[in-house]
């Protein structure tokens, strides 16, 4: 299940240098390129698409600290996107609520200041979740971690909605 950090010779765990992340994807990335096995083999050739296309997808979820965060919690046997984990604190369901209201009301009147400001408030609290969720992953917290992923995915869906509206 650590084949994306040993792919990456990365440590399996969530606060990960990105750094040394991004080096290595350029790097995976042009070794396997399909363009230069076009003169090998339809193995060779099948061989580097599947390749690639474990880079790309590897680098995908590593370079995202809640997919990073999920696929960490798989190697726990926790799977915080099954479909029985929809529960949140109240507190967040009230404020999920709240940035509804304000991102309609934003969308409804072409306010683009409303969804900036909307968008840097959402930021704001992408960038505490993934403090949080260093902690917990710090702390073996893993139950807490699941629930921030699950948190975290409504963030990511707001923050696209929001581009949608600025578009």
């Known amino acids: 299940m650590n084949q994306y950090f040993t ?4 440590e ?5 240098d990105t750094a040394s992340l991004e080096q290595t994807y ?15 083999s339809a193995f060779e050739q099948k061989q580097a698409m ?4 474990a880079v790309n997808e ?3 979820i590593l370079k995202s600290p809640i997919d990073r965060a999920a696929y960490l919690l798989k190697q726990h046997n926790i799977d915080a996107d ?3 984990h929809t529960s949140f604190a109240a507190e967040f369901l009230m404020q999920q609520m709240e940035w509804r209201e304000t991102l309609e009301d934003a969308r409804a009147q072409n306010d683009e200041a409303a969804l900036a400001a909307l968008d840097a408030e959402i930021r704001h609290e992408q960038t505490a979740l993934q403090q949080n969720l260093q902690t917990a992953f710090a702390q073996t917290q893993y139950e807490q971690a699941a629930a921030l992923v699950r948190q975290g995915r409504f963030l990511n869906k707001l923050r696209q ?4 509206a600025q578009a």
Not at 12 to 16: M, S, V
Not at 26 to 40: G, I, M, Q, S, V
Request: charged share 20%; aromatic share 16%; glycine share 0%.
């Open 58 to 60: 590897a680098y995908r």
């Open 161 to 164: 909605e929001i581009y949608a």
């Open 26 to 40: 350029h790097t995976l990335a042009a070794r396997f390129h399909p363009d230069k096995f076009a003169a090998t």
């Open 82 to 84: 099954a479909p029985e």
């Open 7 to 10: 792919l990456f010779q990365l």
């Open 12 to 16: 399996p765990r969530f606060d990960i």
């Open 50 to 53: 599947m390749m690639s296309s």
